[in-house]
C-alpha cells in the first residue's frame, strides 16, 4: 500500500506541472492548450479516489513531464520508491531521467548516483560497481565523489573484497570517518584471517599491525595475531597479546578468556592461570572471568573454595549465570535428598539463560549467540559487544 507522503507529493507535483503547462499555453505564441495534462491529472485522482493507488501513481508518473522544472520532483520519486522497497520502479524513473539529452552533467551525475543506490538494493552489484567507479574516476564534485565511493565501499565489503575497498577508502576516508576507519581495520582482519587459513602468516601479522595502527582499539587484532603467535608455540608472547585487550576495550573481556586458559594450561601453569583471573576480576568483574576462577578454583582446591568465590562476587554484583554455576557447585556438595530442590532451581536458571543472547550491537541493538565482528541487520564493524548485566556478563 503506498504511503500518504508518496501520493501527496505525487499529486502536488501534478498540479504544479499542470499549472505550469497551463500557464505556458496561455502564452500569446502558442493560443492552442493541449489537454492531456489535465486528462492524466482527472485520471489519477479518479483512480486514487476509488483506492487504486498503484494505478494512479502510475498515471501521475506518466503525466508529469520531465523539464528542468521537474528533475529534482523526478528523482525525489525514484526515491521513494527505492524508499518503499519497490527499486524496480525506482530504476524506471532515474534511467528514463538519465536518457534526457538535457540534462547538465551535474543533474546527470546525480541521477547516476541514484540509480547506482537503486541497483545496489536490487542486488544488481556488476551494474552499480559500474556507474560508481564512472562517478569516482570523472565526478567534478567532491561531494558527490565522495558519496560515490561510500557506495563503492558498501559494495565491495557484500562481494568480500576487502583489499578493493581499502584501495577505495585510503587515505581520505580513513582520515576523515571513524567508522570507516574501524571498518577498514575489520577488512584487514579480513585479510589476516584468509592468510592464516592460507599459511601465510608473516603477511597475516604484516596486515594486523596494519590494522592496529590504523584503529589502535582494534580487538579482534589482537586477538588473531594471539591466535598466530599460539599456532606456533609462543604461549608466552599469545598471553601478554591477549593482555592488551581489556585496555583497548573491557567489554570484550569474555572473548579472550578461552585462549588464555588454553594458553596457561598448555604451559602448565595453573597458578599463573589464577593469578592472571584475580587481575581481571578487580577490574571486569564479568560473570565468565567467574565461573573460569572458580572452576580453576575448584580443580585445584574443591568445591569449598569455588562456592567461597561465587558468593563474594553475587554479593558484590548479582549475575544469572554465575547464581546456575553456585546451584551447579551445591549439587556436587550437597547430600542425595537436597539434590531433587537443587534441580528445580537450577532447571528454571538454565531455562532463563537459554533463552537469552549473549551478545548485542551496540547502534542497532541487533542480540543473539554468537559474537559478529561486523552486525548482521545494520552491518557496523566492531559494535556487537557481550552483554553485561544480570542477565548477562
Known amino acids: 500500500m503506498p504511503d500518504a507522503l508518496l501520493l501527496t507529493l505525487l499529486l502536488a507535483a501534478v498540479t504544479i506541472g499542470w499549472w505550469f503547462g497551463r500557464r505556458e499555453r496561455d502564452k500569446p505564441s502558442d493560443p492552442v492548450p493541449t489537454p492531456g495534462l489535465a486528462r492524466d491529472y482527472f485520471v489519477g485522482l479518479n483512480y486514487l479516489l476509488n483506492d487504486q493507488q498503484d494505478r494512479a501513481i502510475e498515471t501521475f508518473v506518466a503525466a508529469l513531464e520531465v523539464n528542468s522544472d521537474t528533475i529534482e520532483i523526478h528523482i525525489?520519486?525514484?526515491?521513494?520508491?527505492?524508499?518503499?522497497?519497490?527499486?524496480?520502479?525506482?530504476?524506471?524513473?532515474?534511467?528514463?531521467?538519465?536518457?534526457?539529452?538535457?540534462?547538465?552533467?551535474?543533474?546527470?551525475?546525480?541521477?547516476?548516483?541514484?540509480?547506482?543506490?537503486?541497483?545496489?538494493?536490487?542486488?544488481?552489484?556488476?551494474r552499480a560497481e559500474r556507474l560508481l567507479l564512472a562517478l569516482v574516476r570523472d565526478s567534478s564534485d567532491d561531494e558527490r565523489r565522495l558519496a560515490a565511493k561510500r557506495l563503492l565501499i558498501d559494495l565491495l565489503e557484500r562481494e568480500g573484497e576487502w583489499q578493493a575497498a581499502l584501495e577505495v577508502a585510503q587515505p581520505q576516508l580513513i582520515r576523515q570517518s571513524d567508522e570507516i576507519r574501524r571498518a577498514a581495520a575489520h577488512w584487514l582482519c579480513q585479510l589476516a584471517e584468509q592468510e592464516r587459513f592460507e599459511a601465510s602468516p608473516g603477511l597475516a601479522r604484516k596486515h594486523l599491525r596494519?590494522?592496529?595502527?590504523?584503529?589502535?582499539?582494534?580487538?579482534?587484532?589482537?586477538?588473531?595475531?594471539?591466535?598466530?603467535?599460539?599456532?606456533?608455540?609462543?604461549?608466552?608472547?599469545?598471553?601478554?597479546?591477549?593482555?592488551?585487550?581489556?585496555?583497548?576495550?573491557?567489554?570484550?573481556?569474555?572473548?579472550?578468556?578461552?585462549?588464555?586458559?588454553?594458553?596457561y594450561r598448555l604451559l602448565d601453569d595453573d597458578e599463573g592461570l589464577i593469578g592472571h583471573l584475580h587481575q581481571l576480576l578487580e577490574h571486569t568483574p564479568f560473570t565468565s572471568v567467574i565461573i573460569l576462577l572458580a572452576d580453576t578454583?575448584?580443580?585445584?582446591?574443591?568445591?569449598?573454595?569455588?562456592?567461597?568465590?561465587?558468593?563474594?562476587?553475587?554479593?558484590?554484583?548479582?549475575?544469572?549465570?554465575?547464581?546456575?554455576?553456585?546451584?551447579?557447585?551445591?549439587?556436587?556438595?550437597?547430600?542425595?535428598?537436597?539434590?531433587?530442590?537443587?534441580?528445580?532451581l537450577q532447571q528454571h536458571t538454565r531455562t532463563l539463560l537459554k533463552a537469552l543472547p549473549r551478545h548485542r550491537c551496540r547502534r542497532c541493538g541487533f542480540a543473539g549467540e554468537q559474537l559478529h565482528w561486523q552486525c548482521p541487520r545494520c552491518r557496523s564493524w566492531g559494535t556487537t559487544k557481550p552483554i553485561t548485566g544480570i542477565e548477562g556478563e
Open 76 to 126: 525525489t520519486l525514484g526515491n521513494l520508491f527505492r524508499g518503499r522497497g519497490e527499486a524496480d520502479r525506482a530504476v524506471k524513473i532515474h534511467q528514463n531521467l538519465l536518457a534526457r539529452p538535457t540534462l547538465s552533467a551535474a543533474q546527470g551525475e546525480r541521477v547516476q548516483l541514484e540509480l547506482a543506490r537503486d541497483f545496489l538494493a536490487l542486488g544488481l552489484l556488476d
Open 210 to 263: 596494519q590494522a592496529l595502527h590504523i584503529d589502535p582499539r582494534c580487538v579482534r587484532a589482537n586477538l588473531l595475531l594471539a591466535a598466530l603467535e599460539h599456532d606456533t608455540g609462543h604461549y608466552r608472547q599469545e598471553i601478554r597479546l591477549l593482555q592488551r585487550i581489556p585496555e583497548q576495550d573491557a567489554a570484550f573481556t569474555p572473548t579472550l578468556l578461552e585462549p588464555l586458559s588454553d594458553a
Open 297 to 344: 578454583l575448584r580443580q585445584r582446591e574443591g568445591p569449598s573454595a569455588a562456592i567461597a568465590l561465587v558468593r563474594k562476587q553475587l554479593a558484590r554484583e548479582s549475575s544469572l549465570g554465575a547464581l546456575d554455576y553456585l546451584i551447579d557447585l551445591y549439587r556436587q556438595d550437597e547430600p542425595g535428598d537436597s539434590l531433587e530442590r537443587l534441580d528445580l
